[in-house]
């Protein structure tokens, strides 16, 4: 197993049916309380361990998933609100370097407010 892909690559289904998409929209809306869950009471330490030998830490994929989640947010309103919306990237692995992706407490990204 190639430790890069813990879960395996990436399949997307052939036919999106309406259930499968209920299904996707519903998974995406559960992982914010799956993760505060799976995070919860871990001390320091445990946070700033890698989830994978050269991974990131499990705090980087915290503040990874918010800052993933506001950048497809921004992307989508881009695209209903400009004629040629211009989808820009960014570096996350740069982003996952940064001061707070490394050492703000995770509540900051897992916070509902």
Avoid: C
């Avoid at 990874?64 to 947010?73: F, G, K, R, T, V």
């Avoid at 570096?91 to 001061?99: P, R, T």
Wanted: aromatic share 8%; glycine share 4%.
């Amino acid at each position: 197993m190639d430790p890069r892909f813990p879960v395996g690559q990436f399949a997307p289904a052939r036919d999106v049916t309406p259930e499968l998409r209920a299904a996707a929209i519903e998974e995406i809306a559960v992982a914010p309380a799956k993760l505060r869950l799976a995070l919860k009471g871990l001390n320091d330490p445990q946070l700033d361990t890698p989830y994978r030998e050269g991974g990131w830490t499990l705090r980087q994929v915290a503040h990874h998933m918010a800052d993933s989640h506001m950048n497809a947010y921004i992307r989508s309103r881009f695209t209903v609100t400009e004629k040629e919306p211009t989808i820009k990237p960014y570096d996350e692995a740069a982003w996952a370097k940064l001061e707070d992706a490394k050492h703000a407490p995770v509540e900051v990204s897992l916070d509902r407010k």
